[in-house]
């Protein structure tokens, strides 16, 4: 099994900043994807960026390329979303998820899950 616990959500004023962080224990050395999904009140959740956990090779939607950046610090099995440029529409709840394969877009694939940290932007 693995563990996943985001924080770092906090509400801010359009056009700041955030970093999240997601911390994995458990069973990390079989995880090969990591991701953040988001999911708004009366939205289905999105994923919108991904990493390959050993390659480091990056995956962005477009709603948010150019303004958030995924990044992984693997000796601390800790997973980042800095997020820069906010807007009232990224207000979310922001999910970890980590998958056992080479899952990147293929949001389904994504299994484990942490708690979930609200961004808020005004």
């Known amino acids: 099994h693995v563990q996943l616990v985001e924080s770092g959500g906090a509400s801010v004023q359009a056009g700041g900043s955030l970093r999240l962080s997601c911390v994995a224990s458990?069973?990390?050395?079989?995880?090969?994807?990591m991701g953040w999904f988001r999911q708004a009140p009366g939205n289905e959740r999105e994923g919108f960026a991904a990493?390959?956990?050993?390659?480091?090779?990056?995956f962005y939607a477009d709603s948010v390329k150019g303004r958030f950046t995924i990044s992984q610090d693997n000796a601390k099995n800790t997973l980042y979303l800095q997020m820069n440029s906010l807007k009232p529409e990224d207000t979310a709840m922001y999910y970890c998820?980590?998958?056992?394969?080479?899952?990147?877009?293929?949001?389904?694939?994504?299994?484990?899950w942490g708690q979930g940290t609200q961004v808020t932007v005004s």
């Open positions: 998820a980590a998958a056992t394969g080479f899952a990147e877009s293929r949001w389904a694939e994504y299994a484990y």
């Open positions: 458990g069973y990390t050395s079989e995880l090969c994807s």
């Open positions: 990493i390959r956990r050993y390659s480091g090779t990056t």
